[in-house]
C-alpha cells in the first residue's frame, strides 16, 4: 500500500490524515509551524481558526448544517472536536479556539498510524510512485511551496484578499448600552447587540470615510510574482493596482465606500433585533458573538477591515456600548491563495496532470472553516483508496459535499471565484416540484432529505 502525505496542518490537513489513518493508511503529516509561520497564525497548535470562532449555523434544513450533518455521518473527527468544544452562538456551532485546537492534536497523538513532522514543504515529487500527496496547506501556503505548485500546474493561480475582525475585551464594554438578543429570537440570545441611532450611524459612517487605511504590506505581493511564458504575471496578485475582495468577505470601509446604507443592509442589519428598552429595531446594529467558554471576548460580526490600528480603536470606539473598549485583536487585511480548480482538478481532488498529487482545504478554491474540513474529510478517503491501489468514487452530486466539489471542478472558468457551501451549489428540485412546492423552507427540507439519503449510500461504499 501506498503512504499518504499530507501537506498542512490546519484545517483540511488533520482532518484528511485522521480519515486515511483510520482506514488503515500509514500518515504523514507535515505542518510548518512553529518554525515558520503564516501572517495570520498565532500558534504551533493543529487546526488553528485563524478569524472567527464559528462553524456556522445548525439550524435544520440549512446548507452548513446539511454540510455538518454529511461530515458528521462520515465521522468527521474535526467536527467531533468541534463538537467537544462549542461555545453558545444561538443557532450556530461556535466553539473555543483553543479547546478546539487541543481536542484535535490529541486525536492525531492517538493516532499510532499518523508520523508528525514539523517542517516546511518545499518540494512536491509528483513522480514518486509510493506517495499519495495531499496539499492541504491552505490559503497562505509559504512561497517556496507555491512556487512548486506553480511549476506543477503550469497555469494561473489566483488571489484575492479578505480581512480578519477586531477581538474586543468583554470587560470593557458598557452593558448599559447595549443588549443580548438573538435575531428574530432564532435560538438563544447570545449575541451582544449595539445599537445606534440614526446620527451616531450617519457619524460613524462620515469617521469609516475619512480613516486611514493600512498600506499594502511585503507579504501581500505573492511569491516573487512568477511570470507565465508570455511574460504576465501568473499569480493574479494585484499587488499595487486594484485589490480583490471575496464579496462575502468584504472589509467594513469598502462596503460603506458602496453607498451610505450599505452597511445598514449588510453586516450593521437592525432587522429582527427588537431592544428590550425601546421595544424597537434600532436604525442600525453591530452584532458582537462570544469568542471563548469564559465569555471574557467577543468578536465584531462582519467588522473584517484594513484600518491603521490608532484608525480603527478611533472609529471603533464610536459604536455604541464599546465608548471605551479595549480591543484584542485589530481588524486586518490578508492574502488568500487558491488554484483555478475548473482547469486543474478532478472530482476526487486529484491534479488531472498528476493524479498522485490531491488539493484540499482553502487552496482548492473552496471557502470557508467548515466547507475546509469537508474537503479535507473527502481527499482523506479518496487518498485511503487510492493507496489501496482502487478508484475512488466521488460524492454524490445530490449531496452538499459532492456539490461543492461539483461547483469548484466545474465552474465557469473565466469567473471561477471561491465558494461557501449554499442552497445555490446543491442540485435543484425537478420544475415540477418547483412549481407543486412554493415554500422556500419545504424544497430545502426536500433538497436536504435527498442529500442525506445519497450520502448514505455513497458512505455505505467504503
Ligand atoms: C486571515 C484569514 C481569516 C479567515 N477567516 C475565516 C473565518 O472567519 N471563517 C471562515 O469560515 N473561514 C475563514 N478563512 C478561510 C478559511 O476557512 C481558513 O483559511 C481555513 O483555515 C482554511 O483551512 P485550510 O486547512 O485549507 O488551511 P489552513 O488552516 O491555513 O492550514 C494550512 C496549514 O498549512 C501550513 N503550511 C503552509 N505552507 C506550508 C509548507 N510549505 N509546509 C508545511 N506546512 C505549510 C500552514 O502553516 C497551515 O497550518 C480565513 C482565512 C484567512 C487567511
Known sequence: MKKIHVIGGGLAGPEAALQAASLGCKVILSEMRPLRSTEAHQTPDFA?????????????????WLLKQEMRRAGSFLLQAADKAAVPA???????????????????????????????????????????????????????????LQRLTGADHLAFYDSISPIVDASTID????????????????????????????????????AEKIEQKSWEALPSEPTTESGTPAINSSASANLQYFEGCLPIEETARRGKDTLRFGPMKPAGLTNPKTGRWPYAAVQLRQENLRADSYNLVGFQNSLKYGEQARVLRMIPGLEHASFLRYGQIHRNTYIHAPSLLTETLQLKAHPSIMIAGQLSGIEGYTESIASGLLAGRYAAALARGEHPTPAPRLTANGSLTHYITHADAKKFQPANITFDLLVPLEEELRKKIRDKKERHRIQCERALEAWDAWLAGF
Open 175 to 210: 452593558m448599559d448600552r447595549v443588549y443580548f438578543a438573538a435575531r428574530w429570537d432564532k435560538g438563544t440570545a447570545d449575541y451582544i447587540n449595539c445599537p445606534f441611532t440614526k446620527e451616531e450611524y450617519e457619524a460613524f459612517i462620515d469617521a469609516l470615510a475619512t
Open 90 to 148: 444561538g443557532h450556530a456551532l461556535a466553539v473555543d479556539r483553543e479547546v478546539f485546537s487541543q481536542h484535535v492534536a490529541a486525536l492525531i497523538a492517538a493516532q499510532p498510524n499518523i508520523e508528525v513532522r514539523r517542517e516546511e514543504v518545499t518540494h512536491l515529487d509528483e513522480n514518486d510512485p509510493d506517495t499519495i500527496t495531499i496539499l492541504a496547506s491552505g490559503p497562505l501556503t509559504s512561497s517556496p511551496l507555491a512556487k512548486e
Open 48 to 64: 488553528e481558526l485563524v478569524c472567527s470562532n464559528s462553524l456556522k449555523s445548525e439550524s435544520e434544513n440549512s446548507a452548513p
